[in-house]
């Protein structure tokens, strides 16, 4: 695996040496684990670096921190340390195993050997490790054949409790399946199917199962996962009544290629969070109310739960933006939605003049700002003061509508709705 780890940006590769150099001096043994491996394998590009110590992780990373000069952060209950060296985020945890005692939730853990901690692991392509130590460095540790099912294309767990122990894996090997294009071999399949009729999920922590549903909107063409998700396992985990059907599929479809749009059209506006998009497609024929009680049981972000229900309540006020309207009724109708509400509903709708109005509205209206200010009414004597943030609203309306430019003209124009008043 030496030439597979000299493909890491030098960043990672300084990390992985004085790693090395570190462990052999302190007599412990640690290790590439996981995801990494099996990215390294697949010539995938890698974004994190995850090392497992046989020994104790946090005291491990604080000294490498403390040698590299880096940022470090633990996290006592996990028995993990982050550093974070030049932007490159590198996770350090005790080799540990896991003993579930009720279904879904984390189990207890102890520290353990290398061979313990990797047959916790979820799927034999995730199991394996490089080691990183001085008299065998670069060496691939193979224990459970996932080499062999990673040039296989195929997604196994490593023992037959693993579905049962966690049934979260079922989301994640419907992601590796779909991510790779590789298939959940026969028995690990069948073993799936069990924990779904057995109602496994159902008795999973709903915060866990909203991290995997999060990871899962993230991947490119989320689509395709809420296709295979919708055929194996149903949405019922989420909400009892979401159905996804034709329409849905094709509103994918065009949230896609809405994105596309935004990206290459609006290079300066904000990145979107587009994993929203697609969360708004699964849940938006839920009523307000199943809507609020998803976002309060999974416990999403408040922006989250804003965005989605702002789509919801506003997709059928944003119909009437298909009409040929007032500029300034434009930016009144689209100015308190997020970039991804915009986009959703430019999505949604496929009318021309809806676009155009969506189009004009982001590409001149979104920043646009009067020049004049309340100081500057004040400055000609404009009384009652109390009248200017009536007034300045009205002067921005009419800046919209009348395409007034100059400070003077801002000014002239606020002059004459002040004596309105
Ligand atoms: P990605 O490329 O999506 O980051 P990853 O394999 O790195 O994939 P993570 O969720 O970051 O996935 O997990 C890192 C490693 O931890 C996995 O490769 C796997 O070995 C192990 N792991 C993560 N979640 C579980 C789980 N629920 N059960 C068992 N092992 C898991």
Known sequence: MINRLKKLSPQFRKILKSSSSLANSLGINIYLVGGVVRDLLLRKSVLDLDIVVEGDAILFAKKLADALKSDFSRHHSFGTATINFNGHKIDFATARTEKYSHRGVLPKVSPATLAK?????????????????????????????????????????????????????????????????????????KLLKEALSQGYLELVGPHRLRDEIIIILKENNPAKYVKRIKKLVGFSFIDKTIKLDKTTFQLFKKIEQAILYYKKRFKKHPKLDTWLLSLAAILIKLSSQQLKRVFHDFGFRKRERDVVCSIKEGINKIKKLEKDIKASNVYIMLKPYSFESIIFFYAYYQSKGLRKNIEYFLQSLVNLQLKIKGRDLKAINLKPETLYGKVLRKTFHSK???????????LEEAKRIFKRH
């Open 117 to 189: 901690d990797l047959l916790r692991r979820d799927f034999t392509i995730n199991a394996m490790a490089i080691s990183l130590n001085k008299k065998d460095y670069g060496k691939l540790i193979d224990l459970y054949n996932g080499l062999e099912d990673l040039r296989g294309g195929l997604i196994r767990i490593l023992h037959p409790l693993s579905f049962h122990d966690d049934p979260t894996r079922i989301l994640r090997a419907i992601r590796f399946e779909q991510r790779f294009s590789f298939k959940i071999e026969t028995n690990t399949f």
């Open 400 to 410: 919209i509508d009348k395409g007034l430019v100059s400070k003077a003209q801002e």
